[in-house]
């Protein structure tokens, strides 16, 4: 005769006094996080808080006035100074060499990401890639002097293509990287229904990757651009003439120039900045989007 086991219903976790702990454990644990993230918000938003209350006032007022606290009597004359400086000029030429930088960066590392991945089983194809990821192990600072001597040979010394195309170098390495993990996530079905409708891997390369891998490009010129725009050494050892300055090698001289006129700085470092802050504003989703989809697997 068969016995029946009778099985009693497991209780739920939530409902016995551990699990009850682990989760009281757990809530502990989130509100820790989220106060120290607003001590960290708190930490990072204080310094651009006191650029920018710094940058309406005097300077007679400056070191007299606490400095956390706004002035009364806000002033924009430091702005005109600033402007009167030929910080516009700076500004330019810090956008022709962003420009000028990033999209043939995005453009030549999309190319190439695509070409790694779909052309994986070629040998020269995987050595090309071990080149790319060499290239992230460099840093800017240790082949400096090599890239100067030969932007000399070049007789490209002090103009701004001497600034962009060290930067296109150094923007590809991690670019293939983040494009060729973002293509791979592409279903190779999607290619094999292209190759079958009879496109090449041309169009294939713009009609179907192109328009797939579109955050993850977004995320690599916001990531590019920033870093090109904010770039201090190669425009310092590169440029030679005031007219050729970028925006941080002319804050630097300003520093200089102005002495003691804090002031005037922080209204420098206020213009030059709203840019890089409305930028990432617009592409926040796009970049955080773009760096974690690419690693998903």
Known sequence: MATVTKHRPSPSVSGTPGGTRRRNKAMAYNWLGGGLSWVWLFVVMLPIYWIVITSFKTQSNYFITNPLVPASDLTFENYKTVIESDIVRYFFNSVIVTLGATVPAVLVSFMAAYAIVRGSGSRILKGMNWVFLMGLAIPLQAVIIPVYLIIIRLKMYDTLAAIILPSIAFAIPLSVLVLSNFIRDVPKELFESMRMDGATE???????????????????????????????????????????????LALASLSGQFGVNVPAIAASVTLTTLPIVILYAIGRRQLLSGLTAGFSK
Do not use: E, H, K, M
């Not at 009609?207 to 920033?226: C, D, M, Q, S, W």
């Open 202 to 248: 041309w169009g294939t390369l713009w009609r179907l990757a192109f328009p797939l891998t579109r955050p993850a490009l977004v995320t690599v010129a916001i990531y590019n651009g920033l870093g090109i725009w904010n770039g201090f050494l190669l425009p310092l050892v590169l440029t030679q003439s005031p007219d050729q300055r970028t925006v941080p």
